[in-house]
C-alpha cells in the first residue's frame, strides 16, 4: 500500500506533464469530436462542393459526350427532385399552420414588418446594381460579344406585354383550380389574326389568349394557405382539428427533409461536377463577358455581405454573421442548386435548430420570401438592363432609371424559384424602357454562372427577415410582460393606500377582510 502511495505521489510529480499532455489531447479531441458531431452536416456540404469542383476538373479532360455528362449529374438530378417534392407539402402546411397559430393584429403587424422589409431590401437591391452597372460600365467595350458560341438564337421568347405581364401576375394569386395549381400556371399567349381593310391594305392584329403551362403556380398557393389559415383560425374550437392535422403533416414533412438532408453533400458533388462538365469555352465568357460576371458578383456581395448584415444589426443590435453561420448548409445548398424553392426545406430546418427562430415566424415568413423577396434577382435584372443598353450605345434617363427600378421590384415578386427563372423577367424591363430584347442570349450564356451568388442573396435575405421577425416579436412579448408587471404593481399600490382592489389583481386576504367588516350593500360593491 505504501508503495502504490509512493507510486501515485511519484506520478504527480514526475509524470505531471505526460497526464497533462494526454488530458490536453483528450480535451481537444473531444472538442473536435463535439465540433463534427454538431457540424457535421456542414462540414460534408462544404466538402461536396470541393469535390465536385476536382471531380469536374479532372473529369473535363475526357471529353464526356452529352449522354455520359447526363449519367454523371443524375445522382444531382435526384437531390434535385427529392427537394421539389417536398415543396408543395411544406408551404402549404406551413403557411396554413403559421397563419393559425398567430392571432389576428400579430399577423397583420408581422405582415406589415415584412412587406416593408421585402420592398425596402429588393428596391434597395434594384439601386445598388444601376449605380454599379454605371460604375464599373460592364457593357462598354465588349468586343467579343458576336462570337459563335455565345449567342443563342432562338432561345427566348420575349413577344410578351408588359402589361400582359403583370396581369398574369395578379390572375396567379387566384388560381382558378387548385388541384392544377400545384403543376401549372397561368401565362398569356399571343394569337395573330390577319384583317384586309377596305383599302386593301393588310394589317395584323396580336390578340391576347389565355394558356397554361408547366410549373408549381407557388403565388396562388401561398395565397390560398394563408387565407385558409385565418379562416381556421376564426372557426375558433370547429377548426382546431385540421389545425392539427397540418400541424402533423408539417412535422412529418421536416422529418423527412431531415432525411432528405443527409443526401445534400452527395447530390451538390455531382451538381457542381457535372456542371463544370458542360461548359464549352471558359475563357472565352470569361473575356467577353468578365465585366459583367464581375458586376453582377460584385452587387450580390456587397447586398448580401455588407447591406442586409448591417440591415439586421441596426434592427436586432445582434451579431450578423453568426447567425449567418448556422445557415452554411442552406447557403451552400443554394449555390449548387440555383433554386431558392429547393433550398427552403433546409432553410427552415437549419434556421430553427441552430438560430432558435419560432417555428411560427420561420414557418410563416420564409416561404413567402421564397415567393416574394428577390434580392439577388433584383440586382442580377437591373444589371442585365443596363448591361444590355450599354451594349447597344443606349443612354439612360432618369425615366428609363426609375423605370428599372420599379419594374425590377415589381417583377422579382413573381420570378419563379428556379433556375433561370429570372431571365424572362429581364425582357418585361426591357420591354418597358424600350431597348431590343435579342441580346438575352448573352445573359443566358453566364446566367449559370450568376444565378448561383444570386440565389445565394435571395434565400440569405428572407433568412435575415425571419430573424428580424423573430427579435421583433420577442421584444414585443417582453414589453408586454413588463406591463402587465408594471400595471400589477400599480394596482398594490393602490390597493394599499385607498383599500381598493384592481380588477387586474386579486387579493384574497384583502377581499376577505373587507367583506368580514362591511354590510351587504359594501360587500356587493367590492364584489
Not at 33 to 57: C, E, K
Not at 208 to 218: A, F, H, K, R, S
Not at 445 to 470: K, P, Q, S
Request: aromatic content about 6%.
Amino acid at each position: 500500500m505504501e508503495k502504490a502511495g509512493d507510486g501515485r505521489n511519484g506520478h504527480a510529480e514526475g509524470s505531471s506533464p505526460a497526464a497533462g499532455g494526454a488530458g490536453a489531447g483528450g480535451g481537444c479531441g473531444g472538442r473536435v469530436r463535439g465540433f463534427l458531431r454538431r457540424n457535421g452536416l456542414v462540414v460534408l456540404t462544404v466538402s461536396g462542393v470541393l469535390a465536385g469542383v476536382a471531380l469536374g476538373a479532372a473529369v473535363r479532360g475526357a471529353a464526356l459526350g452529352p449522354a455520359r455528362v447526363a449519367y454523371l449529374a443524375f445522382p444531382g438530378e435526384l437531390l434535385l427532385r427529392m427537394l421539389r417534392m417536398v415543396i408543395l407539402p411544406l408551404v402549404v402546411c406551413s403557411l396554413v399552420s403559421g397563419a393559425a397559430s398567430l392571432d389576428t393584429r400579430s399577423l397583420g403587424r408581422l405582415g406589415g414588418i415584412a412587406l416593408a422589409y421585402f420592398l425596402g431590401t429588393t428596391l434597395l437591391a434594384a439601386g445598388l446594381a444601376v449605380a454599379l452597372g454605371f460604375i464599373v460600365r460592364p457593357g462598354a467595350g465588349a468586343g467579343a460579344l458576336n462570337a459563335p458560341g455565345l449567342r443563342l438564337p432562338g432561345a427566348v421568347r420575349t413577344n410578351k406585354e408588359t402589361v400582359d405581364s403583370f396581369l398574369d401576375l395578379v390572375r396567379n394569386l387566384f388560381p382558378a383550380n387548385l388541384v392544377a395549381a400545384a403543376f401549372r400556371t397561368y401565362a398569356t399567349d399571343y394569337e395573330i389574326l390577319v384583317r384586309n381593310t377596305t383599302s386593301g391594305n393588310v394589317t395584323l392584329e396580336k390578340i391576347p389568349v389565355g394558356t397554361e403551362i408547366e410549373g408549381m403556380n407557388i403565388l396562388g398557393l401561398v395565397l390560398f394557405a394563408l387565407v385558409l389559415g385565418v379562416a381556421l383560425k376564426k372557426l375558433g374550437q370547429e377548426g382546431e382539428d385540421l389545425i392539427r392535422f397540418f400541424n402533423s403533416f408539417n412535422e412529418a414533412t421536416m422529418v423527412l427533409v431531415s432525411w432528405i438532408m443527409w443526401y445534400v453533400p452527395i447530390g451538390i458533388m455531382f451538381l457542381v461536377g457535372s456542371k463544370i462538365v458542360e461548359m464549352e469555352d471558359i475563357m472565352l465568357l470569361v473575356t467577353s463577358l468578365g465585366k459583367y460576371i464581375f458586376a453582377s458578383i460584385l452587387g450580390h456581395f456587397i447586398h448580401g455581405g455588407i447591406i442586409l448584415p448591417l440591415i439586421y444589426f441596426a434592427s436586432t443590435r445582434q451579431n450578423p454573421y453568426r447567425f449567418l453561420l448556422g445557415l452554411i448548409t442552406p447557403l451552400a445548398t443554394a449555390f449548387a442548386t440555383s433554386s431558392s424553392s429547393a433550398t427552403l426545406p433546409s432553410m427552415i430546418k437549419c434556421i430553427e435548430e441552430n438560430n432558435g427562430v419560432d417555428k411560427r415566424i420561420s414557418r410563416f415568413i420564409l416561404p413567402i420570401g421564397a415567393t416574394v423577396n428577390m434580392d439577388g434577382a433584383a440586382i442580377f435584372q437591373c444589371m442585365a438592363a443596363v448591361f444590355i443598353a450599354q451594349l447597344n450605345n443606349a443612354d439612360l434617363n432618369a425615366g428609363q432609371i426609375f423605370t428599372i427600378l420599379v419594374t425590377a421590384t415589381a417583377s422579382s415578386v413573381g420570378a419563379a424559384g428556379v433556375p433561370a427563372g429570372g431571365v424572362l423577367t429581364i425582357a418585361i424591363i426591357l420591354e418597358a424602357i424600350g431597348l431590343p430584347t435579342n441580346d438575352l442570349s448573352l445573359i443566358l450564356a453566364v446566367d449559370w454562372i450568376v444565378d448561383r451568388t444570386t440565389t445565394v442573396v435571395n434565400v440569405e435575405g428572407d433568412a435575415l427577415g425571419a430573424g428580424i421577425l423573430h427579435y421583433l416579436n420577442e421584444k414585443a412579448k417582453k414589453d408586454k410582460e413588463q406591463e402587465l408587471k408594471e400595471v400589477s404593481v400599480e394596482a398594490v399600490a393602490n390597493s394599499k393606500s385607498e383599500g381598493e382592489t384592481s380588477p387586474l389583481v386579486t387579493h384574497k386576504n384583502q377581499v376577505s377582510n373587507t367583506t368580514s367588516t362591511a354590510d351587504p350593500e359594501s360587500k356587493e360593491s367590492v364584489l
